[in-house]
């Protein structure tokens, strides 16, 4: 009897706990149309919100203007009182500004490319949601349209859910407990 009550309470333990979730990464989506270029659209996940000056890396993508492109491999994120939160990508050989209080943009750099995502908010997201309305500004050396802006760009950040570890163990040794039963 008591044997039989044990395993019914495992069982109910197991179901309670593999229902449980902790979120432990965030996944960052960014999308614009900038004027004269391919729509912008791609996403990366991070171990925690991104804070002022962390840089980040991804799976690098492409940017294009119709008649160039660009692949984009590297980022990082700032604040800056003047302009607000931004958000920087830029192809290789372009150096990113790293840090707090840095500068948003850098300009048509020659042979590479970079963009940024900003708006007159003075801190970066701090917890997961949409953010609409964002000035974004590819800049390509050779390209014609370099500079031409989306003031529509959108940010979406969504927790990824995680099993934590004390939960995967506590349903372990209720599968544990389900399988030693008595012949």
């Given at each position: 009897?008591?044997?039989?009550?044990?395993?019914?309470?495992?069982?109910?333990?197991t179901l309670a706990?593999?229902?449980?979730?902790?979120?432990?990464?965030?996944?960052?989506?960014?999308?614009?149309?900038?004027?004269?270029?391919?729509?912008?659209?791609?996403?990366?996940?991070?171990?925690?919100?991104?804070q002022a000056g962390?840089?980040?890396?991804?799976?690098?993508?492409?940017?294009?203007?119709?008649?160039?492109?660009?692949?984009?491999?590297?980022?990082?994120?700032?604040?800056?009182?003047?302009?607000?939160?931004?958000?920087?990508?830029?192809?290789?050989?372009?150096?990113?500004?790293?840090?707090?209080?840095?500068?948003?943009?850098?300009?048509?750099?020659?042979?590479?490319?970079?963009?940024?995502?900003?708006?007159?908010?003075?801190?970066?997201?701090?917890?997961?949601?949409?953010?609409?309305?964002?000035?974004?500004?590819?800049?390509?050396?050779?390209?014609?349209?370099?500079?031409?802006?989306?003031?529509?760009?959108?940010?979406?950040?969504?927790?990824?859910?995680?099993?934590?570890?004390?939960?995967?163990?506590?349903?372990?040794?209720?599968?544990?407990?389900?399988?030693?039963?008595?012949?």
């Open positions: 009897m008591l044997a039989r009550l044990l395993r019914r309470l495992a069982l109910a333990l706990t593999t229902a449980q979730v902790a979120s432990a990464q965030y996944t960052y989506s960014f999308s614009a149309q900038p004027e004269g270029w391919q729509p912008i659209s791609f996403s990366f996940t991070v171990p925690n919100l991104l962390d840089a980040f890396s991804f799976t690098p993508f492409t940017i294009s203007d119709g008649l160039n492109s660009w692949v984009i491999d590297h980022g990082t994120s700032t604040t800056l009182a003047s302009q607000g939160r931004c958000f920087l990508f830029a192809s290789s050989g372009i150096d990113l500004p790293n840090g707090a209080d840095v500068q948003c943009g850098l300009g048509s750099p020659d042979g590479g490319a970079n963009f940024w995502f900003f708006d007159g908010q003075t801190a970066l997201p701090t917890s997961p949601g949409v953010v609409s309305g964002l000035y974004v500004v590819p800049f390509a050396g050779g390209s014609p349209v370099s500079g031409n802006a989306d003031f529509n760009g959108q940010l979406s950040i969504s927790a990824v859910p995680e099993m934590s570890g004390g939960w995967l163990l506590l349903a372990g040794l209720g599968l544990v407990a389900l399988r030693r039963r008595p012949a």
